[in-house]
């Protein structure tokens, strides 16, 4: 079963993928990572401090061998990341309160990056979702529902992905999210989580974090700061997006992957 599989061991890709219907076979050569790695230029929210990681002992040991430890510090809400219930719902699931189970799934990909190259503050809507259920036919219960805005091509410019690099400008966010209507029409599909490439599933400008508020509230996580959504086929690939298990954490870093189906 995929709930007992230990996902940290690539070997075990095979079995998960072997878990599979037999109609998606996945070919282990086709594992897509959608994170970003964690470094000093790592993008934060503008009233957060950025990844700290400092190597405390790095080199030969006096008994002759080679040693390397360090030490990192971080917000929880950075980088590629998960974002729990509780983060806008007050008790809702904590990170170590979420299963296994919701954070594996099938990836539906909703491809809005035209839209929001023309516009930064484009707000994904049920219009986008209708046109995808056109194309594919209706988002299956359980899904992981992805937007896809192309913002992660401009990782990791600062000034370009948030529409700021100022210390504490929340004011001066300028990037694309979902619509509160949106994400009603998701919920009604029962998903299991909704990710997207930007800093948060609440467009820049907003100051409500109302699709927060609406995915939290009914103990739907968020999955933000996404890469590599573009090597995603518009549904038939399977996501694994386990953050680091803070007890009582409203969020925590993320290793998002993606088994892509054989062409």
């Known amino acids: 079963m995929v709930c007992c599989l230990d996902v940290r061991r690539p070997e075990l890709l095979f079995l998960l993928a072997a878990t599979l219907p037999a109609a998606t076979p996945i070919?282990?050569?086709?594992?897509?990572?959608?994170?970003h790695s964690f470094?000093?230029?790592?993008?934060?929210?503008?009233?957060?401090?950025?990844?700290?990681?400092?190597?405390?002992?790095?080199?030969?040991?006096?008994?002759?061998?080679?040693?390397?430890?360090?030490?990192?510090?971080?917000?929880?809400?950075?980088?590629?990341?998960?974002?729990?219930?509780i983060h806008f719902a007050e008790g809702k699931q904590t990170v170590d309160q979420l299963?296994?189970?919701?954070?594996?799934?099938?990836?539906?990909?909703?491809?809005v990056a035209a839209a929001c190259a023309r516009n930064p503050d484009y707000l994904a809507a049920p219009a986008d979702l209708a046109a995808w259920?056109?194309?594919?036919?209706?988002?299956?219960?359980?899904?992981?529902?992805?937007?896809?805005?192309?913002?992660?091509a401009r990782w990791p410019d600062k000034k370009r992905y948030?529409?700021?690099?100022?210390?504490?400008?929340?004011?001066?966010?300028?990037?694309p999210g979902i619509a509160?209507?949106?994400?009603?029409?998701l919920l009604d599909r029962r998903i299991r989580a909704v990710g997207i490439d930007t800093a948060s599933?609440?467009?820049?400008?907003?100051?409500?974090?109302?699709?927060?508020?609406?995915?939290?509230?009914a103990n739907v996580p968020g999955l933000e700061n996404i890469a590599n959504l573009d090597r995603l086929?518009?549904?038939?690939?399977?996501?694994?997006?386990?953050?680091?298990?803070?007890?009582?954490?409203?969020?925590?870093p993320l290793r998002i992957v993606a088994l892509v189906p054989r062409s």
């Open 201 to 217: 599933i609440d467009y820049g400008q907003s100051r409500d974090f109302i699709v927060h508020q609406i995915a939290n509230g």
């Open 162 to 175: 948030m529409g700021t690099d100022q210390p504490g400008d929340v004011a001066g966010l300028h990037f």
């Open 99 to 111: 299963t296994v189970q919701q954070l594996i799934g099938p990836a539906i990909v909703i491809d």
């Open 39 to 85: 470094d000093a230029n790592t993008i934060y929210w503008p009233t957060e401090k950025g990844f700290q990681w400092e190597k405390e002992i790095w080199g030969k040991t006096a008994g002759g061998y080679f040693y390397a430890s360090a030490k990192f510090a971080a917000a929880e809400h950075g980088g590629t990341h998960l974002d729990s219930p």
């Open 233 to 252: 086929p518009a549904h038939g690939a399977y996501v694994i997006a386990l953050p680091m298990k803070i007890a009582g954490g409203s969020g925590g």
């Open 133 to 152: 259920e056109k194309a594919h036919g209706a988002i299956p219960a359980g899904s992981i529902v992805l937007f896809k805005t192309g913002w992660s």
């Open 180 to 185: 509160p209507a949106a994400a009603k029409v």
């Open 27 to 35: 070919d282990p050569a086709k594992v897509i990572d959608l994170t």
